[in-house]
């Protein structure tokens, strides 16, 4: 079955560091994917988003790129600021069915 | 535009009760969802509605829990009787026809 693997936590940086959390993901054919991010005592946002090989999701400086050589959607940062920390899902969905999450990262940003 | 609405946020109940959680959905979201986030993990899918009918309902513990989504808005989820491995958070997810998904904030439900 479908399933994502995302590296494990707690990433701690400092202020303005770069951030990777790296994601890959088994899937039969082409999925959507997706961060979700979760803020303290917040529901799941969604961050950003890709629905094809090659395409870019980006939002509020957050990029992640599609892979499907790599089975890869790491999600990137330049500058990482205290705001930023949160818990942070990868995500998968194919036909427009169900997502299937990694376990999440949580980042912690030091200032 | 509210946003997907969860009652209660926080609940507490001893085991072998009855507990059921409400969901409110973005309004016009045809496509309904109820995960369950253990502690440190993702969410995983309980079940998907589709209107008012329960179209992937495969990972839905159906001895103990049930769900419905009466004229295809609200959504209720009842766990009857509740276990100590129960206490999780639930979430509910709705969808448009072209939308990604929209999470409420959740009910952290803890057995006693």
């Known amino acids: 079955g479908n399933s994502v693997t995302q590296m494990e936590g707690p990433v701690t940086l400092s202020e303005e560091a770069f951030l990777t959390i790296n994601c890959t993901y088994t899937?039969?054919?082409?999925?959507?994917l997706f961060w979700y991010v979760q803020y303290p005592g917040e529901g799941l946002q969604l961050l950003l988003k890709?629905?094809?090989?090659?395409d870019k999701g980006s939002n509020k400086g957050f990029e992640a790129t599609y892979r499907k050589e790599t089975t890869s959607f790491h999600l990137e940062k330049g500058s990482v600021q205290v705001s930023d920390s949160a818990v942070y899902f990868c995500?998968?969905?194919?036909?427009?069915?169900?997502?299937?999450f990694g376990a999440g990262t949580i980042l912690r940003v030091k200032s | 535009e509210a946003g997907v609405v969860q009652s209660p946020r926080y609940k507490i109940i001893e085991k072998k009760q009855p507990v059921a959680f409400w969901c409110n959905p973005i309004?016009?979201?045809?496509?309904l969802y109820w995960y369950l986030q253990n502690l440190g993990q993702g969410p995983e899918l309980l079940i998907r509605?589709?209107?008012?009918?329960?179209?992937?309902d495969s990972q839905l513990p159906k001895d103990r829990f049930s769900a419905e989504r009466l004229k295809g808005v609200d959504s209720t989820l009842k766990i009857q009787p509740a276990e100590l491995g129960d206490s999780a958070v639930y979430l509910c997810?709705?969808?448009?026809?072209?939308?990604?998904?929209?999470f409420g904030q959740g009910t952290r439900l803890t057995v006693v």
């Open positions: 309004s016009g979201h045809n496509t």
């Open positions: 890709a629905t094809k090989a090659d």
């Open positions: 899937a039969t054919g082409y999925p959507s």
């Open positions: 997810a709705t969808r448009g026809r072209n939308t990604e998904a929209f």
């Open positions: 509605y589709e209107n008012e009918e329960a179209v992937d």
């Open positions: 995500a998968l969905s194919q036909y427009g069915n169900k997502l299937v």
